[in-house]
C-alpha cells in the first residue's frame, strides 16, 4: 500500500493490510534536530527527506493562512497588530489576497505527482475563527474583543470565511487535500478558552458555511487545538468539525475515553512526547496503552506534539522502531 492509501484507509475506518500509517504531522523543533545534527542526523535536509530518513510516510504541509507574509509583525509574541475596525481597514491589503492563493496553487502543483502517486500525504492548513481574530487582536486584547468588538469578530470570521472557501474553490481542482485542519489552539490544560456560548456565536456559524464546501470533496475536516479539548467535542460536532489533533497527554487528555465515548470522532497524536527521553520500556508502555485506539480506527497515532530536544538520536530510533512493531500490530 502507499503512504497516501494507508492514511486515507484509517480516516475513514477501514482496513489496512500491512501497517497503519507512521506519520510526524508537526515533525521537529529546530532545537531537537541541532541536537540531533551532533549525534549524527544529516545536515541540511529537506522536511521530506528528514522523514524518509526515518522511514516515516512522508506528510507535507499547504499553508491557506489567510495572513500575507508582508503583513507588519506585532512588537513581540501575542501582541496587537489591531486594537479596533479602523486598524483592521488599514490591515485589509495584507489579507486575502491574490498571491496568497497563487503561492498555494504553486505549492498545490509542486506536490501534485507525487501526491497522484500516493507517495505523500498532504494536509492542508487553513485560519481557524478563534486563531485568526487573536493573531490580529494579540492574545490579551483577543478576548476582551468578545465583548468590546463584536460585530468586528463576526466581521473579519465572515471575510475569512469567504477566502477560505475560494482556497478550496481553487485549490482541490489541482489537487485534493488528504485533510484539512484548522488551526485554533483554544484550550489549556484546564479546558477551553471560551465557553460553548461564546463558541456557539463566533464560532459554529463560520464553520458551518466552510465545511460543506470541503465536503463535497469526501476530504476529513480536523481542528488543530492544543490543551484539553475534551469537553468541546461536542461543541466541534455540532459545528461540523469530524476529528482533533495532537490530543496533547500531558494536558490530561485520554484518547481511550475519547473513542469510548466518540467512537466515530477522528484523532491525530496522543502519542506522549514526554516518554520518548526515558528509554524502550517507558516509549513500549505508552504504545501499550494507545494500542486499542490504534485498533480502532479513525486515528492516526503520532507523538502528541513535536518531538522536544531532550530526546536523542538513539531515542528517537527506538520510538520508530517501536511505531513500526505496534503499527503493524495493530493492523493484524
Known amino acids: 500500500m502507499t503512504s497516501r492509501e494507508r492514511f486515507l484507509k484509517v480516516l475513514n475506518f477501514e482496513r489496512v493490510s500491512d501497517r497503519l500509517p507512521m506519520v510526524e504531522w508537526a515533525a521537529w523543533w529546530d532545537k531537537t534536530i541541532e541536537r540531533w545534527n551532533k549525534e549524527g542526523f544529516p545536515a541540511g535536509l529537506s522536511l521530506e527527506e528528514s522523514q524518509r530518513y526515518f522511514n516515516l510516510d512522508p506528510m507535507l ?158 476530504v476529513k475536516v480536523l481542528i488543530d487545538s492544543d490543551g484539553d479539548i475534551t469537553s468541546m467535542i461536542p461543541w466541534m460536532n455540532e459545528a461540523g468539525i469530524e476529528g482533533v489533533y495532537p490530543l496533547e497527554r500531558q494536558a490530561g487528555v485520554d484518547i481511550l475515553s475519547i473513542r469510548r465515548k466518540y467512537p466515530d470522532f477522528l484523532m491525530m497524536g496522543g502519542y506522549d512526547k514526554m516518554v520518548m527521553s526515558k528509554g524502550e520500556k517507558e516509549m513500549r508502555a505508552e504504545f501499550d496503552r494507545i494500542l486499542p485506539v490504534m485498533r480502532s480506527g479513525g486515528y492516526i497515532p503520532s507523538v502528541d506534539h513535536q518531538t522536544p530536544p531532550e530526546v536523542s538520536l538513539d531515542n528517537y530510533k527506538i520510538y520508530i522502531k517501536l511505531f513500526r512493531e505496534y503499527a503493524e500490530k495493530a493492523a493484524e
Open 61 to 218: 504541509l499547504i499553508s491557506g493562512s489567510a495572513i500575507s507574509p508582508e503583513l507588519p509583525r506585532p512588537d513581540g509574541h501575542g501582541a496587537p497588530i489591531i486594537k479596533n475596525e479602523e486598524d483592521y481597514e488599514e490591515i485589509k491589503r495584507y489579507l486575502y489576497t491574490d498571491s496568497i492563493i497563487d503561492n498555494l496553487k504553486t505549492a498545490a502543483l509542486e506536490l501534485k505527482e507525487k501526491h497522484d502517486r500516493g507517495e505523500i500525504i498532504v494536509r492542508l492548513w487553513l485560519d481557524g475563527y478563534f486563531w485568526f481574530p487573536r493573531i490580529l487582536f494579540g492574545i490579551e486584547g483577543h478576548f476582551y474583543a468578545f465583548y468590546d468588538h463584536p460585530g468586528l469578530m463576526h466581521r473579519m470570521n465572515s471575510d475569512l470565511t469567504e477566502f477560505n472557501i475560494r482556497v478550496v474553490e481553487e485549490l482541490f481542482p489541482i489537487l485534493v487535500p488528504d485533510m484539512v485542519g484548522f488551526a485554533e489552539d483554544m484550550s489549556y490544560n484546564h479546558g477551553p478558552m471560551l465557553s460553548y456560548k461564546m463558541f456557539n456565536e463566533f464560532l459554529t456559524p463560520y464553520y458551518q458555511r466552510i465545511v460543506p464546501h470541503i465536503k463535497k470533496f469526501k
